[in-house]
Each structure stands twice: as structure tokens, then as C-alpha cells.
């Protein structure tokens, strides 16, 4: 989901251990407010160069640039699974950040999850859910703005709520459950972060255990 409302730190690279060597973690380039990027991060297998890396896709209207992050979320075929995410800005109170859960096939840096992005009045977390899923299942909610019921920016909005799990027939992720909630959860005005999947999740999985595997 994009939102054209976003309206508003580089760091250096750094490396992470992984059981199969090192992950090296690369901001973008950011115009001269260091808050718009202007290239893409990205995350690369070793420790010098810049082949073997995954970069998260862009366009002209979105860079994901800003604050690359990694971390190990689980194992498949003897590789780790790690999460990827990068941010775009537009220098204002909106973001946008694209997630990407990283194997390696072949020497190589490979997303198993179709588009997800998500704002940052979101949330998203994995869950062990093993009578469904041999990997963890990525379960995130994103507020959906009511603009026709006058809603503003961080007041209380109901969510998106969406979930992806690992699919041994294709070998990647795909979307099981989708819908919107009934009731309406803080937004930022109200809420220091926000919690939507933990009251939600009874929901998800039972949508989960439905969908045809």
C-alpha cells in the first residue's frame, strides 16, 4: 500500500554476524536535509565490496534509503532468514518503510515476500505458529485514513491487517489473510506506538486456519 500523503540519518555501514559469515548494511544517499533519499540501502553478503547485495525496489517517487536494519527471524535450508527494511522520507510527519525477508539461493540475496510496505503508524511482528507454518508468520497492520470522515493523521483509524506465510510449494511467502478491522485503535496522537495485532490476532488466525494451503 502507498501513501501519496507522506509529507514529513544516514549512518555508515556496518556489518552483522550471521551463521553464514557477515551481513554488511549500507544507507542510501540523502539530499543535503539528510532526510529525502536519493539511492537505495543496501545489505550485502561479506564484508568488502559491493557484489551480492540486495537493494530494496524503487522509483522515481520512492527511495528506500534511510535506516536499513537486519535481523535473523528464523532458518531455512541451512541459511538464515533475515528481515530487511529500509525507509523512504519526504522530510515530513509520513514514512514509509519496505520490508524484505532475505535467503541466499545460489550465492545470492534473495526476497521470498511479495510488496509489503508499511507506514510508520504500523505495526508488524512474527509469530511461531507451527500447526500452520514450518517459518514464522509475518503478521502487520497499517492504518487506513478516513478522509471523508474527517480523520486526522494520528487520531484513531481501523487498520489493514494482513498476513504472510511460507508456501512449500512455490518457496516463498504469500498473503493468507486480509481484511480490515471493525473497530477503530489509536493512532500516534493518543498512543506511543501502536498495538493492533496482539487484540487482533484470535482474528488472524482463525482467518488463517480457513485459507486454503
Known amino acids: 500500500m502507498r501513501f501519496k500523503w507522506i509529507i514529513g540519518v544516514l549512518f555508515a555501514g556496518v556489518c552483522i554476524a550471521s551463521c553464514q559469515g557477515q551481513y554488511r548494511i549500507l544507507p542510501g544517499e540523502a539530499d543535503k536535509d539528510a532526510c529525502?533519499?536519493?539511492?537505495?540501502?543496501r545489505i550485502c553478503l561479506g564484508t568488502v565490496g559491493t557484489a551480492h547485495c540486495y537493494s530494496p525496489p524503487s522509483d522515481k517517487d520512492y527511495i528506500f534509503g534511510l535506516e536499513p536494519k537486519a535481523k535473523a527471524v528464523g532458518r531455512l535450508n541451512d541459511h538464515e532468514l533475515t528481515l530487511f527494511t529500509a525507509m523512504f522520507s519526504g522530510c515530513g510527519s509520513g514514512t514509509l518503510t519496505k520490508f524484505a525477508l532475505l535467503t541466499v539461493e545460489m550465492g545470492e540475496l534473495v526476497n521470498l515476500l511479495p510488496e509489503?510496505?508499511?507506514?510508520?503508524?504500523?505495526?508488524?511482528?512474527?509469530?511461531?505458529?507451527?500447526?500452520?507454518?514450518?517459518?514464522?508468520?509475518?503478521?502487520?497492520?497499517?492504518?487506513?485514513?478516513?478522509?471523508?470522515?474527517?480523520?486526522?493523521?494520528?487520531?484513531?483509524?481501523?487498520?489493514?491487517?494482513?498476513?504472510?506465510?511460507?508456501?512449500t510449494k512455490s518457496g516463498r511467502y504469500v498473503q493468507r489473510a486480509s481484511y480490515e478491522t471493525r473497530k477503530k485503535y489509536p493512532g500516534l496522537d493518543d498512543a506511543d506506538e501502536i498495538k493492533v495485532l496482539g487484540l487482533e490476532r484470535a482474528t488472524i488466525v482463525a482467518k488463517l486456519r480457513h485459507e486454503p494451503r
Open 36 to 41: 529525502n533519499p536519493t539511492s537505495p540501502a
Open 116 to 167: 509489503v510496505e508499511l507506514s510508520n503508524q504500523s505495526e508488524y511482528t512474527f509469530w511461531s505458529l507451527p500447526q500452520l507454518s514450518s517459518l514464522p508468520v509475518l503478521a502487520t497492520a497499517d492504518f487506513i485514513w478516513d478522509f471523508d470522515a474527517g480523520e486526522t493523521h494520528f487520531a484513531h483509524h481501523r487498520f489493514g491487517i494482513e498476513a504472510f506465510v511460507f508456501d
